[in-house]
Nanobody, 126 residues
Framework: QVQLVESGGGLVQAGGSLRLSCAAS????????MAWYRQAPGKQRELVAR?????????????EYADSVKGRFTISRDNAKNTVYLQMNSLKAEDTAVYYC??????????????WGKGTLVTVSS
């Protein structure tokens, strides 16, 4: 059974930092591209960062970022712990959102729907 559990969110002042964690189970974690997404109030969910999986030293752990977070956020993974992280620095008010981890593309359940965890709320005060 798939389970994604996000943690590490909270309230932080603009310019501050947070580190999000996501523990995954029920997925082929080490070979999966893992990603962080976020959904701000009234907006669609968007992909923030992703990191490739796989056994190739060249192909694995290749990271990509949305333009809005480049240079401020860093995604990383620990395959031994089935955990993906998002280090967020220089936070801005516009980073306020619920943050979710998932595979890229997102997991689809047997019912044909995307699976999402509960997410973790990040609130940045200006």
């Amino acid at each position: 059974q798939v389970q994604l559990v996000e943690s590490g969110g909270g309230l932080v002042q603009a310019g501050g930092s947070l580190r999000l964690s996501c523990a995954a189970s029920g997925v082929f974690f080490s070979i999966s591209t893992m990603a962080w997404y976020r959904q701000a109030p009234g907006k669609q969910r968007e992909l923030v960062a992703r990191i490739s999986g796989g056994s190739s030293t060249y192909a694995a752990n290749s990271a990509e970022y949305a333009d809005s977070v480049k240079g401020r956020f860093t995604i990383s993974r620990d395959n031994a712990k089935n955990t993906v992280y998002l280090q967020m620095n220089s936070l801005k008010a516009e980073d306020t959102a619920v943050y979710y981890c998932n595979t890229d593309p997102p997991i689809v359940t047997r019912a044909g729907m995307n699976y999402w965890g509960k997410g973790t709320l990040v609130t940045v005060s200006s």
